[in-house]
């Protein structure tokens, strides 16, 4: 519930493009934070351009003021692996 409130504030109406056809949490795909899954990464980099997890954690999504060093490593890593 939390999550779909982030997602709808943070993203309006595209918000349901977003989710798409979902039905359970393992849809959202890795787990980099609670609130970061890897389904919203993959929408912020291809509508959104989104490039750098800072460009994702601090432009796009605000969660850089809650994350540790070792989620937004995680992130990082993720992102080069798919030619960030």
């Known amino acids: 519930m939390v ?15 977003l989710i798409g ?4 949490f393992s849809d959202l795909g890795k787990v ?3 609130d970061l899954m890897e389904r919203e990464v993959i929408f912020l980099r291809e509508p959104e ?25 995680s992130l990082t890593t993720y992102l080069y692996k798919f030619g960030q």
């Open 3 to 17: 999550r779909r409130l982030r997602f709808t504030r943070l993203h309006g109406n595209r918000c349901y493009d």
């Open 21 to 24: 056809e979902v039905t359970s």
């Open 32 to 34: 980099f934070r609670a």
């Open 49 to 73: 351009s989104a490039i750098s997890a800072e460009d994702i954690l601090w432009l796009r999504t605000k969660l850089d003021l809650r994350l540790i060093d070792s989620e937004v490593e």
